[in-house]
Nanobody, 124 residues
Framework: QVELVESGGGLVQAGGSLRLSCAAS????????MGWFRQAPGKEREFVAR????????RYGDSVKGRFTISRDNAKNTVYLQMNSLKPEDAAVYYC?????????????????WGQGTQVTVSS
């Protein structure tokens, strides 16, 4: 049974930092991309970043480029999202997902598996 478990969310002041983790288990993810998405109340789920297990290549959404960094630890089967210079508009529930690398990773529909989400709140 595939399981993605996010952690690391919380309350932070604007300008601060948080690091989210996504622990993956239940199958081999070598042919998958791991993505982070976020969803604020009343809005659609938005692509944040993704990394490929195979070669570590990354891609970012325009709103987080230069502030967020996605990385992976193959030995721990864990993906991280380092979030710096946080803004109030970054507040959302952040979700980790897994999509085959053959699919376009910026689309929600590409993802086969999702975690339960972790809340990020940014105070101004």
């Amino acid at each position: 049974q595939v399981e993605l478990v996010e952690s690391g969310g919380g309350l932070v002041q604007a300008g601060g930092s948080l690091r989210l983790s996504c622990a993956a288990s239940g199958r081999t993810f070598s042919s998958y991309s791991m993505g982070w998405f976020r969803q604020a109340p009343g809005k659609e789920r938005e692509f944040v970043a993704r990394i490929r297990w195979s070669d570590g290549s990354t891609r970012y959404g325009d709103s987080v480029k230069g502030r967020f960094t996605i990385s992976r630890d193959n030995a721990k089967n864990t993906v991280y999202l380092q979030m710096n210079s946080l803004k109030p508009e970054d507040a959302a529930v952040y979700y980790c997902g897994a999509a085959p690398t053959s699919r376009i990773s910026i689309y929600v529909a590409s993802y086969d598996y999702w975690g339960q989400g972790t809340q990020v709140t940014v105070s101004s």
